[in-house]
């Protein structure tokens, strides 16, 4: 087991019988309630043990209730092992009662080949952007270094914005590197792109769902987080994750709870 | 009950305890196996049920098996009814194998209110675009009626494009209005952007995410469809969905397998 932040505030301990037992430590809490990102990749690890399969290829969360510091107890299912993929749910608890769903497939990215083709390209991140901290999320800020393209942070310096995008890149501040487990973190630690057109505020998650499309190489992950559609009391974020090598790691899309 | 072809298909028979009889049609058939948005349909009726709650809000699907023509037992399970969320899982089954799983949370679409700000707008279809079927699924080109966008569909005249990405407008051939629950087999009944790049082959869907956003008004929905990358055997098919008012009313992601 790594010294890392992330190894050791994600490591699972096996109860038995699929059960697990796992810790929420509050330095990934924004405000009162624990990132998350953060909880889910402790599913994703606690799933992946269970499956016995290397890497998650897709998996589904829905926050049910907060997640708060303290002791969390996660119960899986094998839904299907396949001879290529396997399926299966994470219950995590809290006190008894379910916190989050988890709905995955797993598999081995190393093994798939055949036809490439991407016509995407990484979002460019200013070469001299500083490191900055998330002023809206202390704990979690103290977690990652950020480079952000300050064009996309305006709402920083008290200005709106049509465009509802925040692009940026970002490195664990203890430079443990990133890989497939982190990705569910990664992809929901940076500001919500709708302060650009809302007060900062909490925007809860009802669910959010991760493509792990490969695993990470270098440190830093240079990343894009997209709003197009508020309305409805509801919006979308989509996020693009893509390693130092220019190959995209992940696609995320969460729906997250408006203010009213 | 209606006679719509659609609702005949999707109709559900409460079996008690959370449980339904469903019959798999082979009418929506793509080859030998049921479109999958099809059956997500059914699924997502079923889980309404359950649930007694209007409107699914964001429901994912895994596809483990084909589903085949014939029978089908759904087993529902309440996760968390709350104040204006609930969430809960589907399980549709053939011959006792578990073919589909579905988690989803629903809500009420039309409580909701709010911030509004939307930065996209519906595909351009040309005003004189035929209404032709879908070449490539025949059993399903039956039950819509298709309009293309031919500049997206260059694979039918034998060329090759750079750009993954069909648009066109759909509509029930029988006029059924399209509802909230029609979502999830609309946002599986245009031909795969990736034939684009592919010698047009079923690509089965590993996993189908469907982010509900209002209630369709219309008959005819305009909708794009993108792939962006395909690589590692798989690749995402992104749809954005709108109604004849011009609202968007679905985003889907969808995880596909790439051939060999």
Chains 1, 2 share one sequence.
Not at 83 to 88: D, E, L, S
Not at 98 to 119: K, P
Not at 187 to 202: M, Y
């Amino acid at each position: 087991m790594s010294d890392y932040e992330f190894d050791v505030d994600t490591a699972v301990h096996a109860a038995g019988e699929g059960r697990y037992r796992a810790q929420i430590h509050e330095r990934w809490n924004v405000g009162a309630v624990a990132n998350g990102g953060y909880v889910m990749s402790i599913g994703m690890r606690a799933l992946g043990q269970a499956l016995a399969t290397a890497d998650p290829l897709t998996v589904t969360a829905h926050f049910l209730r907060p997640t708060l510091p303290g002791a969390l107890a996660i119960e899986t299912e094998v839904v299907k092992r396949g001879r290529r993929f396997a399926t299966g749910v994470a219950r995590l608890l809290q006190g008894g009662r379910e916190v989050v769903r988890l709905l995955g497939t797993y598999g081995d990215l190393e093994q798939h080949s055949g036809h490439s083709r991407v016509t995407a390209r990484p979002p460019v991140v200013p070469h001299d952007a500083g490191i900055i901290s998330r002023p809206d999320a202390p704990a979690v800020a103290e977690r990652y270094e950020h480079r952000f393209d300050a064009a996309s942070l305006s709402w920083l310096r008290g200005q709106r914005s049509d465009l509802a995008e925040v692009r940026g890149a970002v490195r664990f501040r203890d430079r443990r590197p990133p890989d497939v487990l982190s990705l569910a973190a990664i992809a929901d630690c940076f500001p919500p792109p709708a302060f650009a057109w809302l007060e900062p505020t909490w925007l809860p998650t009802l669910e959010l769902t991760l493509h792990v499309r490969g695993r990470p190489r270098g440190d830093w992950l240079s990343s894009v987080f997209r709003t197009r559609f508020l309305f409805g009391g509801l919006l979308e974020e989509d996020g693009e994750i893509w390693d130092e090598t220019g190959c995209l790691v992940a696609l995320s899309r969460q729906l997250a709870v408006a203010p009213p």
